[in-house]
C-alpha cells in the first residue's frame, strides 16, 4: 500500500491523504479500483480523527483506493469553500486516475456529520456553475459515482437547538463565548439561552455551526438554499445514507428527508435507521471508539453494507472475477 499526502489549496488549509493498493505482478494486475473520498465531521470546527483513517482503511481492506479529505474549516467554512474543497478533491483524484490505478468512473465521496453536509453539497451541487465556475465546463468531472452519508447534517434546521455544554448555575454568556467558543462575527446571545428553570445555559448547536457555514449571522434563505434536501434533483448521485434514532444532536429526520426528496426524484436510495446508537459513533465499535458510550454492536453492520453498497455500484466484484 502507498500513502501520500498532497496540499490542494494551502491558503485555506485543506489537503487529501491517498491509501492506494500498488499494483502487483502477482494478482490482479492492472485492476482498476474504486476511490472512496472520506470527508470527517467535526461541526465546522474541527477534524475529527476518529472518522478519518479508521474509515479509509476500513475501504482499503475491502479492496478500494481510499482518501481523507481535509477540508476547510472555522474561518474556512464559509459556503461555498467546503464544497469547492469537495470538488478539487474529485477533480484531483481524477486526474491522477491513470497513473493511480483508479477507476474514473467510481469515484464516490462519503462525509460523517458536517462531512456529510460537504459530500452531500457536492451530490447536488456538482453542476452548479456560480458555485463550482472552476468546472462549469466540465461538470462531469466532479460529479461523484456515489454519496456514502452517515449521520449526515443535510437540513440546516435539523440540528439540536439545546444541547448541553455542562454550563453551570452562574456562568455568565462571556465566560461560556470563552470557554465554547462563538464565531466572531456572532453574538452569544443567538448561540446560548438561559434555561429559567435551571438556572443554567444551554447551547443551541444549530446556530452555533450554521454561523461557521454562513460566517456569521444568515438569513432564512441562505439557510432554506444550503438545506440540501431542498437541492435534490434526478442528477444527484445514487446515495447510501445511516443514521441513529438515538441521534440528539443531529436529528434522524436529516436522513429521512434527504431520502425521501431522492425516491421522489428517482434516484437510487439504500437508506438504514438504527434504534441503537448516537451521534459520533464512527464505526460503531473498539476501533475509533474514545469511550464506552461509542460502541454499538448492533450498528456496526452499516460498514459492511456500505462497502457491499460501493461493490455494487461499481461492479467491482465483477471486474474481479473477469481477470480469471
Known sequence: ????????????????????????????????????????GGGYTFLSDREAD???LQ???????????????????????????????????RDHAKDWLVAEEDVFISGFSAGGHVAGQL???????????????????????G??????????RGSSRRMDVGAKPGDTLEKLAVERGVHPKATP??????????????????????????????????????????????DTPDTFLWHCCGDD???VSNSLEFATALHSHGVDTELHIYSDGAHGISNANHLAAGAKEQ??????????????????????????????
Open 1 to 40: 500500500m502507498k500513502t501520500e499526502d498532497f496540499v490542494l489549496d494551502e491558503a485555506r488549509k485543506v489537503s487529501l491523504r491517498v491509501y492506494l493498493w500498488e499494483d502487483s505482478q502477482e494478482f490482479q494486475t492492472g485492476l482498476k479500483r474504486p476511490m472512496v473520498i472520506v470527508c470527517p
Open 54 to 56: 479508521t474509515i479509509a
Open 59 to 93: 475501504y482499503v481492506a475491502a479492496g478500494f483506493h481510499a482518501a481523507i479529505l481535509k477540508y476547510g474549516i472555522l474561518e474556512y467554512a464559509v459556503a461555498p469553500g467546503p464544497l469547492r474543497d469537495a470538488a478539487d478533491a474529485v477533480a484531483f483524484v
Open 123 to 145: 451530490g447536488v451541487f456538482w453542476n452548479h456553475p456560480e458555485l463550482l465556475p472552476k468546472y462549469k465546463e466540465n461538470p462531469e468531472k466532479v460529479k461523484p459515482k
Open 147 to 156: 454519496l456514502i452519508l452517515c449521520y449526515p447534517v443535510l437540513d440546516l
Open 189 to 234: 446571545e443567538t448561540v446560548f439561552f438561559l434555561d429559567e428553570k435551571e438556572k443554567r445555559y444551554f447551547q443551541n448547536f444549530e446556530v452555533y455551526m450554521n454561523n461557521y457555514i454562513f460566517g456569521g449571522d444568515y438569513t432564512d434563505e441562505q439557510e432554506d438554499f444550503y438545506s440540501l434536501q431542498n437541492q435534490v434533483t434526478e
Open 249 to 251: 444532536l443531529i436529528d
Open 295 to 324: 460502541i454499538h454492536p448492533q450498528t456496526e453492520g452499516w460498514l459492511p453494507l456500505a462497502i457491499n453498497w460501493v461493490r455494487r455500484k461499481s461492479a467491482f466484484n465483477e471486474k474481479v472475477e473477469a481477470l480469471f
